[in-house]
């Protein structure tokens, strides 16, 4: 996308970004990061720290003043879109893809700004990638282990649940991809890959808190 990693200039306030597998975690361990940080800050600090997550695209269309019923165009996904949906944005029904996939950068640059957030996915790593405060985490897990937990968290039979996490990570694969030109398992984007099949919950958020430290100390 045009502006990424050229027109935004570095920023001094910190940030985390979460690049995750499907089912590796991500949502569970930002919240404890959250927490962890936020038990951290005095009177005099700036704004809690914030997960950005699902509620991301609500916040990217609030920012943009579009309607809510537009999130259902906005999947972390670079070819999910219906035959349907594709004559509807030739209509003008709603924005191109690649005009809500801008949005969502410049939602993400101006929450980033803010500091103190916990960036999940839709790129935020490379759209991140000057903010010299930013920690960038990549998240993974064994693959029978995330199986494992969507059948119970999705109640799918073991088959089902291969098939999501399949197509979980291959689509996040194709959204980087496709609006940023990097793979999103390229490990030279991160400041630390996490495996959380073997960390924990607990001892990813550890790993993280004390990355974010040691940047806000450097």
Known sequence: MSRVGKGYVRDELPLVTISRQ?????????????ERLNGRLTAKDRCPWTVFDRNLVERVLEDHELPKTLDRFMPEDASAFSPGSAVEEMLGLHPSTWTLAQHTTDTIVRLARLGNVILIGRGGTVITSRFRKA??????????????RAELVY??????AALFVREKDA??????????HVA???????????????????????????????????
Do not use: C, W
Request: glycine residues 6%; hydrophobic residues 45%; without cysteine.
């Open 22 to 34: 499907a089912m590796a975690g991500a949502s569970e361990i930002a919240q404890l990061v959250a």
């Open 135 to 148: 920690v960038h985490i990549r998240l993974v897990a064994p693959g029978q282990a995330r199986i494992r």
């Open 155 to 160: 109640h799918l039979t073991p088959r089902e």
């Open 171 to 180: 689509a996040r694969y194709r959204y980087v991809k496709r609006h940023f």
């Open 184 to 218: 999103i398992d390229d490990p030279l984007l991160y400041h630390a890959t996490i495996n959380t099949g073997l960390t924990g919950y607990e001892g990813a958020a550890r790993l993280i808190v004390e990355a974010v430290l040691a940047q806000e100390a450097r």
